[in-house]
């Protein structure tokens, strides 16, 4: 435990300043220089994991190879790292409070009154080591998400505090990202709100060891002398992190700002020249010198907030770079198509991507997207409900069973193609009870599926209580759409696919969860080579 150092990394003056980005940034840059790092992400909110939330609160739920639902940063992170995150890697304090208040009723206090300090705080230090327990990494990373003044992040920061006075600065630093507006109509750079929330951290007992500057501009030396100066920092310490194209530019700034060096030599770290970051450059090349150019449709219920679906549009990056190609994603909402409308909603585009999502909100607009896909040829990939659209559409319109659909959304169907997995149909609670994290399944030679992944066995992550009804098993495959893709164990139909189309592709679980920069997903990989032809 004393050999693992402790990085914290906390927010000040506005939220959505990046801290996620910034976190795995300098976390791909410590695992470039050789240390192995791992991070975590804490959530202030009261829910236990972010999967009974809204993709509207907080964006897309992400889930991990073991099943966990968590905060969409950990996706960053994976993509990033290209290392796969856990259970242990998102903390709510929902989570917090369910573990003391359960220790309460055991009577593990022995009689104590229970408080937010020491009992909470305890908990919180407990999940921080946790997330290395037996000393799997050099460094912990840690991530407290909200704002420095926030009421919910205080059990946090104390337990911050409390880290730093056990473990010493050689141990454990604070990072604190801020931003540094810039006033346009008297062309000055404001300094004022990084100095505020640096004195909110200091009322809470920690002084910061390194602070980022979020930015518009580039900041003049004057400015960081400033700063450090009004915020008790080593001058070298100051960091600014200016708006950059693509996040994954973030690392290459932070290596140019030395933001690993300070990190290292204030932990005491040993580090020698400069990583090259090879592969990480060779892919922001490609990225930026597009040899093709396609718009692709994403068909979804929450396009007015993009961040619900942050690992399809990454993928889309990381597939579009490694085939040469800049991939547009237009986001259009399912429930403005129909099917008269649904040929000018959808011109233009050289695949469409038909999305995750739950209940019936916009599920007409989604199957009327798959069968102008699957009639006019044009590359289709349907994710989760996306791929349960696709044989709801299918069983319609080309095996002539009038009205079916899930029983998700009719219950009474005398077609339900679409049906609540057996395992799904005594649990009545909510959170954590879907089907999740990573099942083996078994693709048939011959489909393009196969072809995409080049291996017969994969391992992909799930979230879903519907499956394909194998009842009718025979009549799709009979009839053109072929489940190519089982579970070995429960036969459930992972993937279906057209024979009679270019690139039709519809799986229950969700690929975009495990593409990352250096191992871009190969589905994603092959659909955009089928857009491109
Ligand atoms: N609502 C569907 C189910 O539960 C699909 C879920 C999803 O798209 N993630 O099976």
């Known amino acids: 435990m004393a ?4 990085i914290f990394v906390t927010g000040g003056v506005t939220s959505s300043l990046g801290k996620g980005i910034i976190s795995a940034s300098l976390a791909k840059l410590l695992q470039a220089r050789g240390y192995s790092v791992t991070i975590q992400k804490l959530d202030p909110y009261i829910n236990v994991d972010p999967g009974t939330l809204n993709p509207y609160e907080h964006g897309e739920c992400y889930v991990t190879l073991d099943g966990a639902e968590t905060d969409l940063d ?15 890697n998102n903390v709510t304090t929902g989570r917090i409070y369910q573990t003391v208040i359960n220790k309460e009723r055991k009577g593990d206090y022995l009689g104590k009154t229970v408080q937010v300090i020491p009992h909470i705080t305890d908990e919180i230090k407990r999940r921080i080591k946790l997330v290395t327990s037996g000393n799997k990494f050099d460094i912990v990373l840690t991530e407290i998400g ?6 919910e992040s205080l059990p946090y920061i104390e337990s911050v505090r409390q880290m730093k006075w056990e473990l010493g600065t050689q141990n454990c630093i604070v990072i604190h990202l801020t931003l540094v507006p810039f006033l346009s109509a008297t062309g000055e750079a404001k300094t004022k709100p990084t ?6 951290l200091l009322e809470a007992g920690i002084q910061p060891d390194i602070l980022v500057l979020r930015t518009e501009r580039t900041l003049s030396q004057d400015i960081k002398k400033k700063v450090a100066l009004f915020c008790n920092v080593e001058e070298n310490a100051v960091v600014e992190s ?3 194209s693509t996040i994954y530019e973030v690392p290459i700034k932070m290596l140019g700002e030395k933001l690993d060096q300070t990190v ?12 090259p970051l090879t592969e990480w450059r060779e892919f922001l090349t490609r990225l930026k010198n597009p040899k093709y150019f396609i718009k692709v449709g994403l068909i979804g219920k929450y396009v007015e907030l993009p961040d619900a679906y942050k690992s399809i549009s990454e993928s889309f990056i990381h597939s579009g770079s490694m085939n040469e190609c800049d991939v547009n994603v237009e986001l259009i909402h399912s429930e403005e198509i129909t099917d008269k409308n649904v040929a000018e909603k959808l011109k233009g585009l050289k695949g469409i991507v038909v999305a995750p999502g739950f209940g019936s909100r ?11 896909a699957r009639e006019n040829n044009i590359p289709f990939l349907g994710i989760c409900l996306g791929m349960q659209c696709a044989v709801i559409e299918f069983a319609r319109n080309v095996l002539n069973m009038e009205g079916a659909h899930s029983t998700e959304i009719d219950h009474k169907t005398k077609y339900p193609v679409i049906d609540l997995m057996e395992e799904q149909k005594s649990i009545i609670d909510k959170g954590g009870t879907m089907r999740l994290g990573g099942y083996k399944c078994i693709i048939s030679k011959d489909s393009k599926t196969y072809h995409a992944y080049g291996k017969p066995e994969i391992v992909e992550r799930h979230r879903h209580r519907y499956e394909f009804n194998d009842k009718y098993f025979e009549d799709f495959k009979r009839n053109g759409m072929i489940p190519v893709g089982l579970n070995p164990e429960t036969n459930l139909v992972e993937i279906m696919e057209l024979t009679d189309h270019k690139w039709f592709v ?8 495990s593409s990352t920069v250096i191992n871009p997903h190969p589905l994603f990989v092959s659909f955009i080579k089928a857009c491109i032809e």
């Open 74 to 88: 950990l996706g960053h992170y994976e993509r990033f790292l290209n290392v796969p995150t856990s259970q242990a």
């Open 264 to 275: 290292l030599r204030k932990l005491g770290l040993p580090f020698e020249k400069d990583p």
């Open 506 to 513: 519809g799986v229950q679980f969700h690929p975009e969860y």
């Open 242 to 244: 200016v708006d950059v």
């Open 362 to 372: 916009g599920i007409d607009g989604k199957i009327s997207t798959v069968r102008f």
């Open 195 to 200: 100095q505020h929330s640096v004195k909110a």
């Open 146 to 151: 909200g704002t420095v003044g926030d009421i």
């Open 3 to 6: 050999d693992v150092k402790y």
